[in-house]
């Protein structure tokens, strides 16, 4: 299957909020409120993966902070499309999105249980730098991964 990466607007914020609905069960899905917020601030870097048939398959969320880090706040697939590199390629395209916006230093939250996605980050160059206690809101700690872009 072939899929594309394209800019990930307000627009797709229904169709964006309930495939994060799929790929957090676990409790740690983004309310609506929180994708709203997200997909309209002008400091947003966001993308989404799409099929041939248009159907959304991934997508990732970073912000512009302050200080001029990249945040990457959210990353999902679907997961029937998941293990064909959709995160792989959303994650080079967010960061290609943070250098356009003379980000160096790029960090995310994952948690400390989810070595799969860890293993992903450590592959795609973020070291894990701080473990988080009780990050998550069910009480699951998480770990920050920071990655240079120069």
Known sequence: MRYDIRPLTISQLDECWRLDQRCFIDGEAYSRETFDYLLTAPEAVSYRAVTSGGVMAGFVVGLVEP???GHVTTVGV??????RNLAKRLMAQVEEGFRKRHVRLVRLEVRAL???AQKLYESLGYSITQRLPKYYSNGGDGLLMLKSLD
């Open 67 to 69: 200080d001029h880090t």
């Open 114 to 116: 989810n070595t799969p």
């Open 78 to 83: 679907a997961p029937e499309h998941r293990r």
